[in-house]
Every structure is written in C-alpha cells, then in structure tokens.
C-alpha cells in the first residue's frame, strides 16, 4: 500500500498532538512506549511501499519535515484553586530566537517582568534491581525542584501574572510538565484570587533530549507603555522567557507556522 503525503503528514501530525495533549499518569508510563518520543518514531516503520519502488519517501513533501523541523509550543492556564494545570493551544514555529542579556533585561524592566527563579533538570532512570518497580525522575520535575531551591523564599503574592516557562528537547512530554507544574505552584507563595498562572512548555530538536529547564516569570503590571514592541522584545515583555543552557530565548508570532490540511 502506498500512502499518499498528505496522509503521512496528517499521520505524523496527529502523533505528536496526541503526545503533547495526552495527561496521562507518569506511573506505569514507560519510554518505551511506541509514540513516547516523537524523534525516534520513524514514518519508514508504518509505511509500505509498492514493490519495485526505488529509495525511501521525501520527507519534504506534504510537510513532513516542517514537523519534524518546527518547535512545537503547549499553552495554558492553571487554576488558582485548585492547581490543575489545563493546555489550551499548540503552535509550530519555525525556529526559536535568542536573546541578548543586555536585551532580555532592558525588556523585562520596561515591562515590569521580573524572573523569579530558574532551574535545570536532566532525567534519571533507576535500576529497579531485585524490585519489580523501576524509578523514573523525570527532567521538568527535577527542574522544579532546582528552581525552588535555588530561590527558597521567593514570593510571587503581589503579581498580576505568573508564568512558568519550560523548554527541553523534542521528547519534552507535556504529562511531565503537568506534574511539574503542580510542583511549582505549591511552592511559590501565589494569591490564588488575584494572580492569572499561565505556563507554556516548549521543544525543539536543538536542545538536548533527557534534560528540561523552567523560567517563573512574574508580571507586575507597572510598566512603560510596551504596545510598540514586536517579535522576541513583544514576547519577552509578555514573560515569555526561557533560560536554558546558560542563555535566554523566546518565540516569536512571526515565526509561527501551525499546519493546516
């Protein structure tokens, strides 16, 4: 059977939505399953090519590489009540963008943005041993756990905007960044009545697999006027940063390119 490209890139497209929106239960949740990571889920091994035919499909057509190529962002919103973090949109981008230091910091005080705390993790597999039961730590988790520490007393109380900002490798996995999340917010010090939580969690092929990053950023509101920015200053402003890897990047709506049918 020979599979047209449209139905492969829908194929493939489909795959990692599932993936990115899927909350399931990191207990029992191995990486061996089958569509765990996106990056070493080959279209080869689900296609059959007619007999006679000669060298492997172009991934160029219908779009195929553009997904494998795009980084991909989850966005959402967290209840103040009761913690639960909810995805909301998924957006390709062509591309992430770096920003100076001297620029992530001129944006963020016009924009009254301050970064609360940041932290790394990387993902850690126990050997089970003589137990049936194996010990994942997973990367956003352990992120967490480094930001939090890292900045002990910090207080985000008098902050109209919180967000989180994870940024990790294309087999980031959104059920990861969801109990990560739950984390973050009950170890910061949040009005639950007065302060939106958003989150967004992003990956890309650049950046390592295994490891993640958060960046909190909270939003006061005191600001220079800032309607005037555009591309990485508009979304650095709005608390869009990540710190990963020793430097800070954003994305930018010119750079998006979610895929259509």
Known sequence: ??????????????????????????????????????SQTKLYDF????????????????????????AVKINGIVDGSSHIPEAKDLTHYTKVTELSEASMKDITSKAGVT???????NELYKDPGTSTL????????????????????????NAKKVVFNFVGGDDLMIFEVVDAIKTMVDGLDISQKKTEIIFNSLCHSQFPNEMASVTVTAISGDSTDTTELTGAEKCASMGEIYFHQGKYWTVTEEDSNNITN
């Open 1 to 38: 059977m020979k599979l047209s490209a449209t139905i492969i890139t829908s194929f493939y497209a489909l795959v990692g939505t599932a993936n990115a929106f899927s909350s399931h239960s990191s207990q029992g949740f191995g990486r061996t399953n089958a569509f765990a990571r996106s």
């Open 134 to 157: 194996s010990q994942i730590v997973y990367a956003p988790s352990e992120a967490v756990t480094n930001a939090l520490s890292s900045a002990p007393n910090a207080s985000v109380s």
């Open 47 to 70: 296609i059959e090519y007619e007999a006679g035919e000669e060298g492997l499909v172009d991934e160029g057509l219908g779009g195929v590489r553009l997904v494998q190529e795009s």
């Open 115 to 121: 970064i609360i705390s940041t932290g790394t993790g």
